[in-house]
């Protein structure tokens, strides 16, 4: 949290970022709003450097980034929320730090069959979900009255894309030829 929105400071961000995840080599693309600090020289020299794609919002389009809107209302929502502001940066500062290490470290995303974002990225959803499953298979043998339709999917959730690729379809096909 800084007290203005700059380039630079993004540029800071998005360096130490890919270096703390070591995808210094991967095929990264950021999506972002149209905001200056995102396209500030300094921040669109960075990400050549680091090999980053750079992805806007469509103009007036709210909705274009559905993963930062949900996340700003899961922001928004939470309790402890200071719907009147903060009073200085530094609470600022402790507020967005608690929430970050709440939303990746305890928080259970549906999209992803109800794990954190560390558990996942870490590869540990895997072994929580096969817990799941089988707990939830011994209470179904064991009480089978009790279950009317198909358990819960454990299965680990597969990619999460912004804009996935999609196959052309046949119209699309033909009218390219």
């Known amino acids: 949290v800084h007290e203005r929105e700059s380039a630079d400071q993004a540029a800071v961000l998005i360096r130490q970022a890919v270096l703390a995840e070591g995808c210094i080599t991967r095929t990264l693309v950021l999506h972002a709003d149209n905001g200056s600090p995102m396209k500030g020289a300094t921040m669109k020299v960075t990400m050549e450097r680091l ?95 009790r279950w009317s339709g198909k358990a819960r999917n454990w299965q680990p959730a597969g990619p999460v894309w912004l804009n996935p690729e999609r196959e052309p379809s046949a119209p699309e096909i033909r009218d390219a030829a």
Do not use: M
């Not at 750079?54 to 930062?68: E, L, Q």
């Open 51 to 145: 090999g980053i794609t750079a992805s806007y919002s469509r103009p007036r389009v709210s909705n274009d980034n559905p993963f930062s809107e949900a996340l700003f209302r899961t922001c928004k929502y939470r309790p402890n929320w200071p719907t009147k502001g903060f009073a200085t940066k530094a609470d600022a500062q402790a507020w967005v730090k608690s929430f970050v290490n709440w939303y990746n470290e305890e928080h259970l995303h549906s999209a992803i069959r109800f794990v954190t974002p560390n558990a996942r990225h870490a590869g540990h959803d895997r072994a929580t979900l096969e817990n799941r499953a089988s707990l939830y298979a011994k209470a179904r043998a064991q009480k089978p009255e």
